[in-house]
């Protein structure tokens, strides 16, 4: 077969070029090294993948952050990220089946490089037929530079690969013979020489592949894990942890927010009551209005207190308090008591015919309690 030296995805493009070597290669065995893979990287080369003897995969890895570090290697986290953003639709899900199908075959052996930052991609293909054994002993062909077995990085990024061949083609020779333009009895030469190059290159990087490989920690399980975990697998959930990771993502942005703090409060609130206000604070500061319903006795006038005093003490806004008149001398003194300036109004006075709201026009928070009360007319 005719293997391009260079792999640039722009004139010969690096999924093409591993296909057409998969397509004489059934049976036989490969290895790859790449720093990320992704579902879509499976795809383009499935069908060759599913008619090989024996194929290693080694997945690199590099720094991350702390909360990610001893977890599982950024090609597992890139993965998986993938599955989490990817539309659940018929062909994601049986993409998603058939890796698993294929990662679960003894022929298929997947390992992480965790001695240090691997970042090397390299394709090597071997003439053995394993008969379901790793061992290689002919290597034929490598393909070595910055491609990852990813659908990027075997098809639209600009990268650059070199190809090396233990032995040349017919074509290659009367190509090289032309170009030469030498006798023939010294063109013989030439190519053993090629071809002792490219066997020499092929060796060595079959010796690096292997050192790497001993090295490295068996992640095949794991990954196969990974995969059935996310929304495209076969793993059952019971219903306790769909509710709590129903909460948990209805919740997150609120386990992550930075705790608000002012410059002085008299007002000490119980620790739900704390989370309450940093809820409240977030809803007001996006919609500019917030209901707070907790329970009789989880202290709802407290929480408003609080955010009075956020207001229309330490911003100096005006305020005005809605209640009903049986409130009225609770809110007075409550105010009072952390000199929060503000106008309180009853609910009945709202209710009459003559009532004027200009005065109020200028208000710049309005709390209004026992708001059940305007349900209705």
Same mark, same amino acid.
Not at 160 to 167: I, M
Not at 191 to 198: A, C, D, T, W
């Given at each position: 077969m005719k293997i391009p030296y260079v792999i640039d995805n722009q004139q010969h493009r690096l999924a093409d070029v591993l296909n057409s070597i998969l397509a004489e290669h059934t049976g036989k065995s490969l290895d790859i090294a790449t720093a990320y893979f992704n579902l879509q990287g499976f795809r383009l080369l499935r069908e060759g993948l599913e008619q090989l003897g024996s194929f290693r995969l080694l997945l690199g890895d590099e720094p991350g952050d702390g909360a990610s570090l001893g977890i599982k290697p950024a090609a597992a986290q890139q993965l998986v990220s993938e599955l989490n953003t990817a539309p659940y639709d018929e062909e994601m899900l049986r993409l998603a089946e058939s890796l698993i199908a294929y990662l679960r075959r003894e022929l298929v052996e997947v390992r992480t490089y965790q001695q240090?930052? &691997?970042?090397a991609k390299c394709y090597l293909f071997y003439g053995d037929l394993p008969m379901g054994t790793a061992d290689r002993f002919q290597p034929k062909a490598a393909i070595v530079g910055s491609s990852n077995l990813t659908g990027a990085g075997l098809t639209t990024n600009k990268e &650059? #690969? =070199?190809?090396? $061949?233990?032995?040349l083609t017919e074509e290659e020779v009367l190509q090289a013979e032309r170009a030469a333009a030498v006798n023939r009895e010294d063109f013989t =030469? @030439?190519? /053993?020489?090629?071809? %002792?190059?490219?066997?020499?290159?092929?060796s060595e990087l079959d010796r690096w592949f292997r050192q790497q490989w001993e090295t490295s920690q068996d992640? $095949?399980?794991? =990954?196969?894990? =990974? &995969?059935d975990a996310s929304k495209f697998g076969q793993k059952e959930y019971t219903p306790y942890q769909v509710y709590m990771k129903a909460l948990f993502e209805y919740f997150k942005d609120d386990l992550d927010a930075e705790p608000i703090t002012t410059t002085r409060s008299i007002i000490d609130l119980a620790e739900f009551q704390e989370d309450a206000i940093k809820k409240a604070r /977030?809803?007001?500061? @996006?919609?500019?209005?917030?209901l707070i319903g907790d329970s009789v006795g989880l202290? /709802?006038?407290w929480i408003g207190k609080k955010l009075m005093e956020d207001y229309a003490y330490h911003l100096r806004q005006k305020a005005l308090v809605v209640c009903p008149? %049986?409130? @009225? $001398?609770m809110w007075t003194d409550e105010l009072a008591s952390a000199t929060i300036a503000a106008t309180i109004l009853s609910q009945e006075e709202l209710g009459q015919v003559d009532f004027d709201p200009t005065p109020y026009g200028d208000t710049d928070i309005i709390l209004v309690d026992e708001s059940? #009360?305007?349900r209705n007319r």
């Open positions: 240090g930052f &691997l970042h &650059l #690969n =070199l190809s090396h $061949k233990a032995v =030469l @030439r190519e /053993k020489l090629m071809s %002792s190059v490219g066997f020499q290159a092929i992640f $095949k399980q794991e =990954l196969i894990e =990974l &995969l /977030k809803i007001l500061a @996006r919609y500019d209005g917030v202290g /709802k006038t008149a %049986s409130l @009225r $001398k059940h #009360n305007f």
